[in-house]
Structures are given as C-alpha cells and as structure tokens.
Antibody, heavy 120, light 107 residues
Framework: QVQVVESGGGGVQPGGSLRLSCAAS????????MHWVRQAPGKGLEWVAT????????YYADFVKGRFTISRDNSKNTLYLQMNSLRAEDTAVYYC?????????????WGQGTLVTVSS | DIQMTQSPSTLSASVGDRVTITCRAS??????LAWYQQKPGKAPKLLIH???SLKSGVPSRFSGSGSGSEFTLTISSLQPDDFATYYC?????????FGQGTKLEIK
C-alpha cells in the first residue's frame, strides 16, 4: 500500500537549519510530483513546496523562497526539504504528500507528519 | 495569489443532519478544487477533487459542487465519524492554497 513517512524534525534555534526526509513506498515514486505542506500548532494547512517528477521544476510558497529547498532522489524513493534561516513562525508539523498523478497539484496520500520547533 | 475563504469557520450539527460548507476563491479557479477531512492529530485525507469527483472509497454521503469561484461540500446525513475539520484547496495556480478550515462539531 502507498506509504510516505517523514523524518528529520526536531528542535532548532532561530537562524538554524534542518533537513526533512520523506521515504516513499507502495507506488512508483519517480512517476509522481511530490509536495510539502505544513500546519502550525492549532492552525490550518499551508502549502510549502512542490517538485515535479524529474526534479527540474520546483515551486515554493513566498514565505519560504530563498530559505527552503525541495529536492528528490528517485533512486532512493525519497523526498527532501532543506530548511535554512529558520524562524519561530516556521514551527509546524511538516507533511509530505503524494500528488494524485504525474502533476495534478492535489494530494491523495499524506504522511503522519514531523514536528519542527524553532525556538531559542 | 489566490485566497480561499471557507464558511462557516465552525459548524455545530447532529448525527443525521445534512450540512453544507462553502468555499470561495478570490478569482475563478474553474473546477480545480479539492476537499480534505482532518481529525485531531492525524494527517488530512482527500475526499473530493475536481470540485465534484469523489475519491474512491469515500462514502457517497459526501458530495461536492460548484465551479468558477464558489464551491460547496455537502454531507447528506452526518455520521459520528464525520465530526472533523474540513479544508478546501485550490490547484488552479502553481501557488497552491487552502481555506482556513471548517470545524464540524457535535451539537
């Protein structure tokens, strides 16, 4: 069955960096766009970034442009989110989400999320 | 960027009720709209895509309608498992966006 499992969350100081990973299984990873979506404590869902199947096209929310980088390794069935210059407002559960198809931009499977806490 | 606005923010209802949640986009998004259900501490689940297409396995009491900039999610007869928060999401533009959510509570 389709599974996406995030890891790499934790506590970090403002200005610090963190790399999230998302291990995918149960589907042909290289055939689907992938996404990161976050949710601050007690708040709604917020799209963060999208990467297309070959990794050449990437899209970011304005609030992370220049600080976060989405990437993928199709040989390892793994999605990444490199987060630099972290701010308190980046504190959230970060979800990895599979696209419904090659690139439809909605999400048919989600991971359980990994919590990132930015605090001094 | 396209802004998505849901109403109401909170909805109190009883088992067996018919409920409707509205989602409005700040510009036309054709029918590029999805609906998700999220329960506390869990990841969201896709219910509907292309505004009215039910994901396989989702109960038929859920339905979606609308096009352009106004959309609705209807639950025809609320079941205990349906009390959750619901989000709409537009995918008309590369900059994806969600509504702020509608929390469906037990009356």
């Amino acid at each position: 069955q389709v599974q996406v499992v995030e890891s790499g969350g934790g506590g970090v100081q403002p200005g610090g960096s963190l790399r999230l990973s998302c291990a995918a299984s149960g589907f042909i990873f290289s055939s689907y766009a992938m996404h990161w979506v976050r949710q601050a404590p007690g708040k709604g869902l917020e799209w963060v970034a999208t990467i297309r199947i070959d990794g050449t096209n990437k899209y970011y929310a304005d609030f992370v442009k220049g600080r976060f980088t989405i990437s993928r390794d199709n040989s390892k069935n793994t999605l990444y989110l490199q987060m630099n210059s972290l701010r308190a407002e980046d504190t959230a559960v970060y979800y990895c989400a599979k696209d419904h198809n090659i690139w439809t931009n909605y999400f048919d499977y989600w991971g359980q999320g990994t919590l990132v806490t930015v605090s001094s | 960027d396209i802004q998505m606005t849901q109403s109401p923010s909170t909805l109190s209802a009883s088992v067996g009720d018919r409920v409707t949640i509205t989602c409005r986009a700040s510009q036309s998004i054709n029918n590029w709209l999805a609906w998700y259900q999220q329960k506390p501490g869990k990841a969201p689940k896709l219910l509907i895509h292309e505004a009215s297409s039910l994901k396989s396995g989702v109960p038929s009491r859920f339905s979606g309608s609308g096009s352009g900039s106004e959309f609705t999610l209807t639950i025809s007869s609320l079941q205990p498992d349906d009390f959750a928060t619901y989000y709409c999401q537009q995918y008309h533009s590369y900059s994806l966006s969600f509504g702020q959510g509608t929390k469906l509570e037990i009356k």
